[in-house]
C-alpha cells in the first residue's frame, strides 16, 4: 500500500517537472488535448473506480497545493475531504489501539485441566469447575474464562433427564388436561374441557360448562376414569380453576412427603391414585400436544360457526370428538388415534370414493366403498 503511494506521489512529480520544462505553447496544446480526451471519458463512464493510491495522491494534493479543487472532475471536493477525514480516523484508531487485543490467554496447563475435568464430568458447570482449581490447585479464574475452554457437551448431561425424554417415555401412562373459551352469539362464555391421551392422541373428555368449578373439573376426571382407565400423571397448566394454593403444600403420606401446588393434584392423588404434573409458570410450550389439540379444535370446527346455545357448542365438540378419535388421522402418531371398526379392517382393492360430512360439510370423512 505504502509503496503504491509513493510510487504515484514520484510518478506525480516527475511530471511536475517534465511540464515545468516545456515550452508554454506545448504545455497548452498537450492540457488541451488530455482534457479532450477527459471529456469524452466522463461522457460514456459514469463513475471512474479509483484504487488507493489515486485517493492518497488527491489528500496529498489538497494539504499541499490550495487550488486543488480547479482541475478536479472527476470526483467532487467533498469526496476528496471525506478521504481525507478518514484517512485521519483510521491513523488515530491504529495509534490507540493497544499492543494486545482480547483477553490474555491462560497457560495452556490450566487449558488442559479445565478440558479434562469439564470432560470427565459434563454435568459440572463453570462455577463448579473454578472452585475445584481454586481450593485444590491454586489457580484463579473467572467462570466465565472456564466457560471458554470447556468441552462442548454431547445431548444432555449424565444422569439428567430432559422433560421431552419424560413425555416420550411415559406417553402411554400421560393424560394433559385444558380449558378454552368459546362465545356464544348472545357473547356468553362457554368452557370447553378436553383431556388427552399423549400416547394414542385420542381425546379421552370433552365437556362444555357455563360455570367451570373443581368440584366439576372431580367429576369429570371421575368419569373418565369410570372404567378403570387410569393414567399414571396428569399435566396440566396454573389454571385458577384446579385450586391454586398459592406455595407448595407439603403433606405427609405413609413414610414420604408430597408437595401439591393445586388442590386438584392433592385430591387426583389421594382419590384416584393419579400424580399431577403442573407445567412451569409462563411456559405453555411445556404441554403441546394439548395446546396443539385446542388450536386444531379451533381451526377445524368452532371457528366456522356462530353458535346459538351451550347445547349448540356441544353437540358440535361431541361430534368433531367423535370424527378426531374415529376417522381423522394424526399426523403425530402416524394413524388414527382409535379407528372405527370398519376402518380397522383392510380396504377394498377397488371402489368409488365416498365423502362422510362432518359439522355439516365443514369436514369430511373419506372411504373407499365397492
Known amino acids: 500500500m505504502v ?3 509513493m510510487r504515484t506521489l514520484i510518478l506525480a512529480l516527475l511530471a511536475f517537472f517534465r511540464a515545468a520544462l516545456m515550452p508554454r505553447t506545448t504545455l497548452a496544446l498537450e492540457n488541451a488535448a488530455l482534457r479532450q480526451q477527459l471529456t469524452i471519458y466522463l461522457r460514456t463512464q459514469r463513475r471512474a473506480r479509483l484504487r488507493a493510491s489515486d485517493r492518497a495522491f488527491w489528500v496529498a494534493l489538497h494539504r499541499l497545493w490550495p487550488d486543488w479543487t480547479r482541475p478536479l472532475v472527476i470526483v467532487k471536493p467533498e469526496t476528496v ?3 481525507h477525514r478518514k484517512g485521519f480516523r483510521l491513523f488515530w484508531r491504529r495509534r490507540s489501539r493497544p499492543a494486545k487485543i482480547g483477553r490474555p490467554r491462560i497457560p495452556r496447563r490450566h487449558i488442559s485441566f479445565i478440558k479434562r475435568i469439564s470432560g470427565d464430568h459434563p ?5 463448579r469447575i473454578a472452585e475445584e482449581l481454586a481450593a485444590k490447585f491454586g489457580i484463579e479464574h473467572s467462570p466465565s474464562t472456564i466457560r471458554r475452554y470447556m468441552v462442548p457437551r454431547q445431548g444432555p448431561s449424565r444422569g439428567d433427564q430432559t422433560w421431552r425424554t419424560f413425555v416420550r417415555n411415559h406417553a402411554k401412562e400421560i393424560w394433559a388436561c385444558d380449558f378454552l373459551t368459546q362465545y356464544t352469539a348472545l357473547f356468553a362464555v362457554v368452557y370447553i374441557f378436553v383431556v388427552m391421551e399423549i400416547g394414542s ?3 379421552v373428555l370433552a365437556s362444555v360448562t357455563t360455570n367451570p368449578t373443581l368440584s366439576w373439573v372431580k367429576q369429570q376426571f371421575r368419569q373418565a ?3 378403570d382407565v387410569t393414567p399414571r400423571f396428569l399435566v396440566h397448566d396454573n389454571d385458577g380453576i384446579f385450586g391454586q394454593c398459592g406455595k407448595a403444600v407439603s403433606v405427609a403420606r405413609g413414610d414420604r412427603r408430597r408437595s401439591y401446588r393445586c388442590h386438584l393434584d392433592r385430591w387426583l392423588d389421594e382419590v384416584i391414585g393419579i400424580e399431577g404434573i403442573p407445567i412451569p409458570y409462563g411456559a405453555p410450550n411445556a404441554s403441546p400436544h394439548v395446546e396443539r ?3 386444531t379444535l379451533r381451526e377445524e370446527a368452532l371457528d366456522h360457526f356462530i353458535f346459538l346455545t351451550t347445547d349448540h357448542i356441544r353437540r358440535a365438540v361431541a361430534e368433531y370428538v367423535r370424527y378426531y378419535n374415529g376417522a381423522r388421522p394424526s399426523q403425530a402418531i402416524h394413524g388414527i388415534p382409535d379407528p372405527y371398526p370398519e376402518l380397522k379392517l383392510p380396504p377394498p ?3 368409488k370414493l365416498l365423502a362422510l360430512p362432518i359439522l355439516g360439510g365443514v369436514q369430511h370423512d373419506y372411504r373407499l366403498v365397492a
Do not use: K
Open 201 to 203: 392422541r385420542r381425546i
Open 225 to 227: 376414569t369410570a372404567w
Open 123 to 127: 454435568e459440572w458447570g463453570e462455577d
Open 293 to 295: 389439540l385446542v388450536r
Open 349 to 351: 382393492r377397488a371402489g
Open 81 to 83: 475531504i471525506g478521504w
Open 3 to 5: 509503496v503504491l503511494i
